[in-house]
Each structure stands twice: as structure tokens, then as C-alpha cells.
């Protein structure tokens, strides 16, 4: 097994765009945007929800929609609105 990444793009409520380089990660629920990218593109939070770390601990986060655009198809999605060193971590299990 190897680690896998795609290029997609994300765009939020403006029709503003970015590129992104996503881990692909068959047990993940949401994809997370990093924080200069969900600025980048205009989202605000919607919710707060609860999620487990690898490690087990429980941190909150905001989540927004955007519609995201890989080669596989698009679609609007939840994501969550990536912190300071979330997209540096990678035993979050999001």
C-alpha cells in the first residue's frame, strides 16, 4: 500500500476557485480544506461538529459546503474548516 494523492478544485459560494492536492483516504468521511483555502474561496461555517483523532482525542471544528471538481466527477460536499496545523498532521482521521 502506498499513499495516494488527486488534484481536484473547490469552489465556494462566489464562484471563487482554487486547486487542491487531496489524500485519498478510503475511511475518511470529509474532505478538510486548509485554512488558506477556504479563506481563498469565500466559505463561512455552517456547524460545528466533534471528530476523533487517530490518537482518540476529540477536537471540534466548523463545516462548511463547497462544490468540488475532481476527475471523477463534482458535486457539492461538507468539509471541514481546516485549522493551524491540521493539514500538517497526519494521523487526523477526519
Known amino acids: 500500500m502506498g499513499i495516494t494523492y488527486i488534484e481536484g478544485r473547490v469552489r465556494g459560494p462566489k464562484g471563487k476557485e482554487e486547486t487542491v492536492r ?7 468521511t470529509y474532505s478538510l480544506l486548509p485554512e488558506p483555502v477556504w479563506r481563498a474561496i469565500e466559505l ?21 459546503e463547497c462544490y468540488i471538481m475532481l476527475p471523477q466527477g463534482e458535486g457539492h460536499t461538507p468539509v471541514i474548516l481546516g485549522e493551524p ?4 498532521a497526519p494521523s487526523l482521521v477526519w
Do not use: M, W, Y
Not at 487531496?22 to 475518511?28: N, R
Not at 456547524?47 to 471544528?61: M, N
Not at 496545523?85 to 500538517?88: I, K, M, P, T
Open 22 to 28: 487531496f489524500l485519498v483516504d478510503s475511511g475518511a
Open 44 to 64: 463561512t461555517p455552517k456547524r460545528e461538529c466533534d471528530f476523533q483523532l487517530a490518537d482518540g482525542t476529540i477536537v471540534r471544528r466548523q463545516v462548511s
Open 85 to 88: 496545523g491540521d493539514d500538517e
